[in-house]
Protein backbone atom coordinates (compact mmCIF):
# COMPACT_ATOMS: atom_id res chain seq x y z
CA UNK A 1 0.00 0.00 0.00
CA UNK A 2 2.99 2.46 0.97
CA UNK A 3 4.36 1.45 -2.14
CA UNK A 4 0.95 2.98 -4.54
CA UNK A 5 0.77 5.88 -2.66
CA UNK A 6 4.53 6.72 -3.23
CA UNK A 7 3.81 5.81 -6.66
CA UNK A 8 0.95 7.90 -7.38
CA UNK A 9 2.57 11.05 -5.67
CA UNK A 10 5.51 10.64 -7.85
CA UNK A 11 2.89 10.36 -10.92
CA UNK A 12 1.35 13.77 -9.90
CA UNK A 13 4.47 15.67 -9.30
CA UNK A 14 5.44 14.23 -13.05
CA UNK A 15 2.21 15.59 -14.31
CA UNK A 16 2.16 19.16 -12.50
CA UNK A 17 2.76 21.94 -15.06
CA UNK A 18 6.41 23.07 -14.54
CA UNK A 19 7.47 26.82 -13.65
CA UNK A 20 10.45 26.34 -15.88
CA UNK A 21 10.09 28.06 -18.88
CA UNK A 22 12.98 27.25 -21.82
CA UNK A 23 11.76 30.53 -23.77
CA UNK A 24 13.01 32.85 -21.17
CA UNK A 25 16.23 35.08 -22.09
CA UNK A 26 18.39 37.19 -20.23
CA UNK A 27 17.71 41.05 -20.93
CA UNK A 28 20.40 42.54 -23.10
CA UNK A 29 22.22 45.73 -21.57
CA UNK A 30 23.38 48.08 -23.58
CA UNK A 31 27.05 48.35 -24.58
CA UNK A 32 29.06 51.45 -24.35
CA UNK A 33 30.65 52.13 -27.35
CA UNK A 34 33.91 53.64 -26.85
CA UNK A 35 36.14 55.49 -30.26
CA UNK A 36 39.57 54.80 -30.57
CA UNK A 37 41.38 58.02 -29.27
CA UNK A 38 42.89 59.88 -32.44
CA UNK A 39 47.02 60.65 -31.62
CA UNK A 40 49.08 62.87 -33.52
CA UNK A 41 51.77 61.47 -36.09
CA UNK A 42 55.19 62.21 -34.09
CA UNK A 43 57.05 65.04 -35.57
CA UNK A 44 60.49 63.45 -36.00
CA UNK A 45 61.58 60.17 -37.79
CA UNK A 46 62.07 56.58 -35.70
CA UNK A 47 65.85 55.79 -35.71
CA UNK A 48 66.79 52.63 -37.84
CA UNK A 49 68.34 49.76 -35.55
CA UNK A 50 70.33 46.96 -37.23
CA UNK A 51 68.66 43.73 -36.42
CA UNK A 52 70.48 41.94 -33.83
CA UNK A 53 73.11 39.63 -34.85
CA UNK A 54 73.21 36.23 -32.41
CA UNK A 55 76.35 34.31 -32.87
CA UNK A 56 75.19 31.01 -33.34
CA UNK A 57 77.47 27.68 -32.90
CA UNK A 58 77.52 25.93 -36.04
CA UNK A 59 79.29 23.27 -34.60
CA UNK A 60 76.10 21.97 -32.96
CA UNK A 61 73.18 23.47 -35.17
CA UNK A 62 73.10 20.23 -37.13
CA UNK A 63 72.17 17.54 -34.28
CA UNK A 64 68.96 16.50 -33.88
CA UNK A 65 67.26 13.26 -32.42
CA UNK A 66 67.71 10.04 -34.95
CA UNK A 67 65.46 7.72 -32.00
CA UNK A 68 63.65 7.67 -29.47
CA UNK A 69 61.60 5.63 -27.21
CA UNK A 70 59.46 5.40 -24.27
CA UNK A 71 57.53 2.82 -22.60
CA UNK A 72 55.63 2.97 -19.09
CA UNK A 73 54.03 -0.31 -18.01
CA UNK A 74 51.23 -0.52 -15.88
CA UNK A 75 53.38 -2.79 -12.77
CA UNK A 76 55.43 0.79 -12.22
CA UNK A 77 58.36 -0.17 -14.77
CA UNK A 78 59.70 1.78 -17.49
CA UNK A 79 62.36 2.08 -19.76
CA UNK A 80 63.42 4.84 -22.23
CA UNK A 81 66.45 5.87 -24.74
CA UNK A 82 67.80 8.21 -27.40
CA UNK A 83 69.80 8.60 -29.78
CA UNK A 84 71.16 11.81 -31.80
CA UNK A 85 73.25 12.45 -34.97
CA UNK A 86 76.17 13.12 -33.31
CA UNK A 87 76.05 9.41 -31.95
CA UNK A 88 75.20 10.37 -28.20
CA UNK A 89 73.21 7.79 -26.64
CA UNK A 90 71.27 7.27 -23.19
CA UNK A 91 69.33 4.47 -21.97
CA UNK A 92 67.53 3.92 -18.80
CA UNK A 93 65.33 1.61 -17.00
CA UNK A 94 63.85 0.89 -13.96
CA UNK A 95 61.66 -1.42 -12.03
CA UNK A 96 59.47 -0.90 -8.68
CA UNK A 97 61.15 -3.34 -6.24
CA UNK A 98 59.99 -4.52 -2.34
CA UNK A 99 62.40 -3.49 -0.02
CA UNK A 100 63.34 -2.93 3.61
CA UNK A 101 63.01 0.98 4.35
CA UNK A 102 62.78 2.55 7.67
CA UNK A 103 59.52 4.44 8.97
CA UNK A 104 59.44 6.77 11.53
CA UNK A 105 55.78 6.64 13.95
CA UNK A 106 54.96 9.95 15.92
CA UNK A 107 57.37 9.72 18.71
CA UNK A 108 60.58 9.47 16.27
CA UNK A 109 61.28 5.53 17.02
CA UNK A 110 62.76 3.91 13.57
CA UNK A 111 60.40 0.45 12.27
CA UNK A 112 61.90 -1.22 9.79
CA UNK A 113 59.49 -2.53 7.10
CA UNK A 114 58.83 -3.03 3.69
CA UNK A 115 58.49 -0.39 0.77
CA UNK A 116 58.80 0.14 -2.77
CA UNK A 117 61.57 1.43 -4.38
CA UNK A 118 62.53 1.55 -7.69
CA UNK A 119 65.98 0.26 -8.85
CA UNK A 120 67.47 1.76 -12.09
CA UNK A 121 70.25 1.08 -14.55
CA UNK A 122 71.38 2.52 -17.37
CA UNK A 123 73.86 3.56 -19.83
CA UNK A 124 75.45 6.42 -21.97
CA UNK A 125 77.50 7.45 -24.82
CA UNK A 126 79.12 10.32 -26.27
CA UNK A 127 81.86 11.98 -27.88
CA UNK A 128 83.63 15.00 -26.57
CA UNK A 129 84.83 18.04 -28.39
CA UNK A 130 87.81 16.72 -28.83
CA UNK A 131 86.91 13.41 -30.17
CA UNK A 132 87.28 11.45 -26.75
CA UNK A 133 84.41 8.23 -26.78
CA UNK A 134 83.05 7.75 -23.27
CA UNK A 135 80.72 5.21 -22.54
CA UNK A 136 78.67 5.02 -18.81
CA UNK A 137 76.91 2.66 -16.80
CA UNK A 138 75.41 2.72 -13.69
CA UNK A 139 73.11 1.10 -11.87
CA UNK A 140 71.14 2.57 -8.83
CA UNK A 141 69.39 0.18 -6.21
CA UNK A 142 69.42 -0.17 -2.51
CA UNK A 143 73.50 -0.73 -2.25
CA UNK A 144 73.40 3.30 -3.66
CA UNK A 145 74.24 4.60 -7.58
CA UNK A 146 77.35 2.85 -8.84
CA UNK A 147 78.71 4.32 -11.74
CA UNK A 148 81.51 2.13 -14.19
CA UNK A 149 83.42 4.20 -16.74
CA UNK A 150 87.11 3.29 -17.92
CA UNK A 151 87.17 7.53 -17.64
CA UNK A 152 86.25 7.57 -13.80
CA UNK A 153 89.16 7.52 -10.72
CA UNK A 154 89.70 4.71 -9.60
CA UNK A 155 90.96 4.57 -5.94
CA UNK A 156 94.58 3.55 -5.47
CA UNK A 157 95.32 -0.82 -5.50
CA UNK A 158 96.79 -1.77 -1.98
CA UNK A 159 100.68 -3.11 -3.19
CA UNK A 160 102.14 -3.40 0.07
CA UNK A 161 102.28 -5.83 2.72
CA UNK A 162 101.63 -3.93 6.19
CA UNK A 163 104.44 -4.69 8.56
CA UNK A 164 104.02 -7.68 10.89
CA UNK A 165 104.69 -6.95 15.08
CA UNK A 166 107.68 -8.58 16.38
CA UNK A 167 107.69 -11.44 18.15
CA UNK A 168 109.29 -11.75 21.18
CA UNK A 169 110.02 -15.53 22.49
CA UNK A 170 111.41 -15.24 25.99
CA UNK A 171 110.83 -16.89 29.51
CA UNK A 172 109.11 -15.14 32.84
CA UNK A 173 110.94 -14.87 35.73
CA UNK A 174 109.82 -17.55 38.51
CA UNK A 175 109.05 -15.22 41.56
CA UNK A 176 110.72 -17.08 44.85
CA UNK A 177 108.79 -18.92 46.62
CA UNK A 178 107.37 -16.46 50.00
CA UNK A 179 107.13 -18.28 53.48
CA UNK A 180 102.71 -18.70 54.30
CA UNK A 181 101.72 -16.36 56.61
CA UNK A 182 97.94 -16.02 57.98
CA UNK A 183 96.83 -12.58 58.51
CA UNK A 184 93.08 -11.88 59.62
CA UNK A 185 90.58 -13.61 61.33
CA UNK A 186 89.31 -16.92 60.41
CA UNK A 187 86.44 -18.45 61.84
CA UNK A 188 86.58 -22.19 62.47
CA UNK A 189 83.58 -23.76 65.15
CA UNK A 190 82.59 -21.47 67.68
CA UNK A 191 85.84 -19.35 67.97
CA UNK A 192 87.66 -16.82 65.83
CA UNK A 193 91.62 -17.22 65.43
Not at 115 to 134: A, H, I, L
Amino acid sequence: MKLFAIATVLAVAAAAPSSYKPEYKAPAYATPSYSAPAYAAPSYSAPAYAAPAYAKDNKYAGITVTSQSDERNLDGSSQWSYAQSDYTTREESQVQKKMQGVAYDSYGKATYEDVMGNTNKGSSYWVSPEGEKFTLTWVADEQGFQPNGDHLPVAPVHVYELPVAPVHEYELPVAPALPYKRTGLGYSGNSYY
